[in-house]
């Protein structure tokens, strides 16, 4: 395996080393100036397919940009547009000369804009609605045009405020009719009483709204405004403010360093909304949900910090720290409301939802293992610490001590990570050949491949994908699909993202940078390529078996995207197909079979089928009869798909022995395994998992060879 990973080394650094060796010198006292100056470098420099930054680039920017700053057209008027359109050709110029004219024109223009919607949609608040009118909201924001003039934009404030309102007043109306029906001695609430009610929810909705706006600084727009730049080369070509690599470091290790509670700002208050199971704070039984966090006090500091009103990510940054450093909370509690002082120590957070999860399952006398993989995570700073290919590893050991006969990875909703977990992952079902190809701009592929004869799991092997199972996870499927290792059961094609991304430092280019932290920027270097020489690029991957699920006929995936790069082959990569199985065809043919009479996957089909349908409807009346006759309609279809959830296996799901023994000191790990237990007994798509792995027959020629060779591999070592 050594020279694999000296391999894959090799290509991972890549992109980097290719932007390493240069005398170009980013010298800008302007930060944001210099800031364009370094991420365009790095763009023409390293990425896969670099655009020309012309006047055609420069006019999709403009059109991103404005969306994304105003999606649904309540700030800027038609003036505005046409004041901006003089750039709209102008950005590449603009981009190139370090010109910032556009964005600060662009950021001082909503600022004013936003300050008077807020008088506006107080005002329009203040009094009542008239739910009697016939009127209708258009919620297909892309059609509308830019208003006017101030009453133009009332009135688009006030018919979007009408329906918010509409939508709570309609639900306290169906709360008072139950309440009623319950004890006929309730007395109900006026509709006066309960349009009032839901005019203040809806205005508690719009302050919150303003409050998070309120946190956002200059960079947090600058960022906007950058981004429409990057992506307009690729979909997952990003630029991340320091704060944002920060929590995509955190996504992608599952680890963090601090007390390990979430928070949320509501108000000014920075409020507890979850203790993470086994970090310091849940350790200390002093700390719960609910609670404020008003003061914090490093230990080297003799006066606390208060937090009230401060920015969340401000917040947050003064309450995490290195671990084995003490940290001091002063607490408003949620129970008594009495303040206390809370002192602890931080320490590495493991966010136990991250990782790879496996339980037990019986059917018909045999035992099969289920493993969920949320996403191939991994330590950015040292690979060997936890990742997705060493957790899987002990997962399968754990379950075949427990007996396992046949396997489920369950792949869905996963959106990829680290490219050597995959080949890792891959080698533990093959003894040994390449599991993907890379291939950088202008220059020859790179074959990864398992060198090791060992195979950890030899036993029938089932993967369950859908439309979101993305990147590394199609890599995996693909390759176990071309060896005809595994059986894939899902979507009619995943996600469709053939593409690597490198995460770059900003900073490395910069000598005695006194500006603070520049970010970093992820950014497309390669493409992949599977055995078979194909892209999973806008592609994905086909199932072997295709099921229906609630995404069928959602737009979703690579393809659905803006600027996706397209789809190209490459000569085939030499490997041989697994011969370990007799029957695989026929197993894949009992599946289908299966699923065409299945009665729960048909009723799915058409609930997808109703929900694509709903979302295509952009109009909604403002009349409360009009609304309520239509939420009754849309009621008495949605019965119709409550068998669904009611669905029931006879499966029961058990966790491992080792958890077991964790559960003891552990309830939350223990509740959420509960629940976890309990989705999967309601599981149509891990039923027929469970199914196929009963029906793949075993070739055991091949399974006596590769015990000897397990064999042989124990007494080497």
């Known amino acids: 395996m ?46 896969y397919d670099a655009k020309d930054i012309n006047d055609s680039f420069s006019e999709n920017v403009y059109v991103d940009y404005l969306e994304g700053l105003d999606p649904s057209k309540r700030f800027f008027y038609a003036s505005d547009i046409e004041e901006f359109d003089a750039y709209k050709d102008k950005i590449d110029d603009q981009i190139k000369g370090k010109n910032i004219e556009f964005f600060n024109l662009t950021y001082g223009r909503l600022g004013e804009r936003m300050e008077e919607a807020r008088s ?5 608040l203040s009094k009542p609605f008239d739910f009697t009118e016939n009127e209708k909201i258009n919620t297909d924001y892309d059609s509308l045009e830019y208003v006017s003039s101030k009453e133009e934009m009332r009135k688009r404030w006030k018919e979007q405020l009408k329906f918010n309102t509409l939508i709570s ?62 992506e307009e080369f690729d979909p997952h070509t990003f630029y991340f403010a320091p704060q944002d690599k920060d929590r995509f470091d955190i996504a992608m290790s599952g680890k963090l360093e601090g007390i390990g509670a979430r928070l949320v700002k509501d108000s000014d208050n920075i409020t507890i909304t979850e203790v993470i199971s086994g970090g310091p704070a849940w350790r200390s039984e002093e700390i719960g949900e609910g609670d404020v966090i008003l003061k914090v006090r490093q230990e080297d ?45 931080r320490d590495v957070i493991e966010i136990e939802e991250t990782y790879a999860k496996a339980s037990m399952v019986k059917k018909d006398g045999r035992k099969y293992g289920v493993i969920n993989l949320p996403k191939f995570y991994f330590d950015m ?12 590893k002990e997962d399968i050991i754990r379950l075949k001590q427990e007996g396992m006969e046949g396997l489920v990875l369950d792949l869905r909703n996963n959106g990829g990570g680290s490219l050597k977990t995959v080949v890792d992952i891959a080698g533990m079902f093959i003894e040994e050949g390449p599991i993907v190809q890379v291939k950088s701009n202008g220059q020859r592929k790179e074959v990864l491949k398992d060198e090791d004869p060992q195979v950890l799991w030899d036993g029938p092997l089932v993967i369950l994908v859908n439309e979101l199972s993305a990147s590394a996870s199609e890599i995996l499927a693909a390759a176990m699909q071309d060896y005809k290792r595994a059986i894939i059961i899902g979507s009619k094609q995943t996600y469709g993202k053939g593409t690597v991304q490198n995460v770059i430092d900003l900073n490395r280019w910069l000598r005695n940078n006194d500006m603070g932290d520049m970010g970093a920027l ?122 669904i959830k009611d669905y029931k296996t006879d499966l029961t ?12 000191t552990d309830t939350i790990l223990k509740e959420k395994r509960q629940r976890w237990h309990e989705s999967l007994s309601k599981d149509v798509y891990i039923e027929e998992a469970i199914n196929v792995l009963s029906d793949i027959k075993m070739n055991n020629i091949t399974k006596n060879k590769l015990a000897d060779v397990e064999r042989k591999n124990k007494v080497k070592n």
């Open 2 to 47: 050594k020279r694999n990973i000296k391999i894959l080394a090799v290509v991972l650094l890549m992109a980097a080393a290719s932007c390493s060796f240069t005398t170009k010198k980013f010298e800008d006292p302007n930060k944001d100036k210099l800031l364009i100056d370094l991420i365009t470098y790095v763009l023409n420099q390293g990425h």
């Open 120 to 124: 506006m949609y107080k005002e329009i």
């Open 169 to 230: 007043y309609y639900d306290l109306k169906q709360d008072e009719k139950k309440k009623k029906e319950d004890s006929t001695s309730y007395e109900m609430k006026t509709d006066a009483e309960l349009e009032k009610e839901a005019r203040e929810t809806t205005l508690s909705n719009i302050n919150r709204y303003y409050e998070f706006t309120d946190d956002l600084e200059r960079e947090d727009y600058f960022s906007v405004y950058i981004n429409a730049i990057v």
């Open 301 to 345: 500091e003799k006066e606390a910090v208060s937090i009230v009103g401060m920015r969340l990510d401000d917040a947050v940054d003064l309450i995490k720290g290195p671990k084995d450093t003490k940290v001091t909370l002063t607490v408003r509690k949620k129970v008594m409301g009495n303040i206390e002082e809370v002192t602890l120590t």
């Open 381 to 392: 700073t040292d690979y060997n610490e936890r990742n997705a290919a060493s957790d899987i």
């Open 522 to 643: 992820k950014i497309t270097t390669q493409k992949f390529y599977r055995v078979n020489g194909g892209s999973t690029q806008l592609e994905g991957v086909k199932s072997d078996v295709v099921v229906p699920d609630r995404y069928s006929f959602v737009d979703i995936g690579e393809k659905d995207q803006e600027n996706p790069l397209p789809w190209d082959k490459i000569d085939a990569a030499d490997y041989d197909i697994w011969n370990g199985y007799v029957g695989f065809d026929e197993a894949i043919a009992a599946s289908k079979a299966r699923m065409e009479t299945n009665s729960q996957l048909k009723l799915i089909e058409d609930n997808a089928k109703w929900v694509k349908t709903q979302s295509e409807d952009s109009s909604y009346p403002l009349s409360y009869d009009d609304y309520a006759r239509q939420a009754e309609q849309d009621q008495e279809m949605a019965k119709q798909f409550d068998a």
């Open 653 to 664: 799901y058990t966790s491992l022995p080792y958890e077991e023994e964790l559960f003891a």
